[in-house]
């Protein structure tokens, strides 16, 4: 019991470094794209979704070869926690505008890169050979993304704020990743023995504690940045580290070692492209309000509950 509660204090430390590593990437990411003329919407998908992914890519690494459920579970069940969760609770607190090139562009890729792993998946594995093709499309993804950004450079004309440093943007960066991280690590590994203790399988460990944990980066990041009014942050956010979760973290747990793909992730696969899709159908009109949120949040607590009681 002692040691139970031990793992519960461990997990709330680490949920509050992840608040405080949160806060530290929005302000280093807000400050670099306000400085670079960069659209805070490439800052959201690049550096700030790389940073807050990076739980993800420490808890898959970790499980690389011998436990290829818990890789499948973590990335698809925390794509799905991006978007039933994250959104769903940030639309909860304030409505979304969302751009004209978000719609058109960043979320049917999104779609795309979620169909290219049910791709892969079809023949019952991901293999070294794919997850080098995943790493390979992440990187013409980057390019793209870069090529982008620089047509989309825009001149700073705020001038209310004053401007940091490039030297302490970019330390807060590095001290946002590395809180996140050792955040991440805390809460997850003491989540995940709590979850143990109660005999829960891999595959559902993963589809809910660890995705769950290893989304609270960019739940925290997200709304952080929206209250701050950094809304294409935020979602560039969740939608850049969807694409990261797919390609990067998969592409290096696979390419260490080929993941078995079990009959049951299927399920899993097609609610993912559900919530994708009804992300995208709900911000045609430019604007996710409470209505969106309340319905993504109770799709989202569905799914929870349905994968703990199957």
Do not use: W
């Not at 790389?50 to 499980?63: D, Q």
């Not at 436990?67 to 940030?90: K, T, Y």
């Not at 594995?125 to 620089?150: A, N, P, W």
Request: proline share 2%.
């Amino acid at each position: 019991m002692m040691d139970l509660l031990i793992n519960v204090a461990l997990t709330v430390v680490g949920i509050l470094m992840l608040c405080y590593g949160g806060n530290c990437l929005v302000n280093g990411g807000e400050s670099i794209a306000r400085r670079m003329g960069i659209s805070s919407l490439v800052i959201g998908m690049t550096v700030v979704a790389y940073g807050t992914s990076t739980p993800e890519l420490a808890a898959s690494i970790a499980a690389a070869g011998d436990h290829g459920d818990i890789i499948l579970g973590n990335i698809v069940g925390s794509n799905i926690a991006n978007i039933g969760l994250v959104i769903g609770v940030s639309t909860l607190l304030v409505t979304l505008v969302i751009s004209r090139q978000t719609i058109l562009r960043e979320v049917p890729i999104m779609v795309g890169f979620s169909v290219l792993l049910v791709v892969l998946s079809i023949d019952g594995e991901i293999s070294q050979v794919d997850g080098i093709i995943l790493i390979l499309t992440l990187g013409g993804f980057t390019i793209y993304t870069i090529r982008r950004s620089r047509r989309d450079v825009q001149p700073d004309t705020d001038s209310s704020k004053p401007k940091q440093s490039n030297l302490k943007s970019f330390g807060l960066l590095g001290i946002g990743v590395g809180l996140l991280y050792v955040g991440a690590i805390l809460t997850v590994d003491n989540a995940v023995t709590i979850a143990e203790a109660f005999q829960i399988p891999e595959m559902i460990i993963g589809v809910t504690v660890i995705a769950i944990g290893t989304s609270l980066p960019e739940l925290i990041t997200s709304i952080l940045a929206i209250r701050k009014g950094q809304i294409d942050i935020g979602v560039g956010n969740i939608i850049g580290s969807n694409i990261y979760n797919i390609l990067m973290i998969m592409g290096v747990s696979a390419t260490i070692a080929g993941i078995h793909v079990a009959p049951t992730i299927f399920q899993d696969y097609v609610i993912m492209i559900m919530f994708s899709m009804a992300l995208f159908v709900s911000i045609k009109s430019g604007k996710l309000d409470y209505r969106v949120g309340m319905g993504l949040v109770a799709g989202y607590v569905v799914y929870i509950a349905s994968s703990l009681v199957l």
